[in-house]
């Protein structure tokens, strides 16, 4: 199901965030440092379009794909993808509808989730990406309600080194 969101980056991110295009696999992915196990091509695609919707600030349509591989894949790549979903859901309240309540709620939600996988999980840098959520979730909890919150407190994705 797609939804409506202020996701206006450009021909590609609407091409994908239409389900037009395939966004391949992203920025070198390598299996090194994890398990496949219960993870497969379609869940890949999946995370991978996630990514790229994410990063073109698409947080509902990265929520979607990211959703599609959670039901899906099993442990534990399923409670990461669970705490990808729960950081655009943050990111699309804070960001998109200036809902400051529901998306702290939620960053902290998703640094309960990141907690429980291995840093390296689906070969990325997962302590870099709790500090980040936890940066997010303090400058959301401090700023004044009516003030804008920073954008480039966004978590970007976080590729191990392996992965790179």
Same mark, same amino acid.
């Not at 390598?30 to 496949?36: I, R, Y």
């Not at 599609?68 to 309240?93: D, K, N, S, Y």
């Not at 989730?113 to 400058?139: N, S, T």
């Given at each position: ?112 989730? %990141? ?43 976080? %590729? ?5």
């Amino acid at each position: 199901m797609r939804g409506v969101s202020t996701c206006d980056q450009g021909p590609r991110a609407a091409s994908i965030a239409a389900g037009s295009e395939a966004s391949g696999s992203a920025a070198g992915w390598s299996a090194a440092g994890w398990s496949a196990a219960g993870w497969s091509a379609a869940d890949q695609a999946d995370y991978d379009e996630g990514w790229v919707l994410y990063q073109a600030r698409c947080f509902f349509e990265a929520h979607e794909a990211w959703e599609r591989a959670w039901r899906r894949c099993g442990e534990p790549q399923r409670r990461f993808v669970q705490a990808l979903i729960l950081l655009t859901a943050a990111c699309h309240l804070l960001f998109d509808k200036q809902r400051r309540s529901g998306g702290v709620t939620n960053l902290g939600k998703a640094a309960r989730a %990141l907690a429980e996988v291995p840093d390296d999980c689906l070969g990325e840098d997962v302590p870099r990406l709790r500090g980040a959520v936890a940066a997010l979730r303090a400058h959301a909890e401090r700023a004044a309600p009516e003030a804008a919150l920073d954008p480039a407190l966004v978590p970007r994705r976080p %590729l191990s080194a392996c992965a790179r």
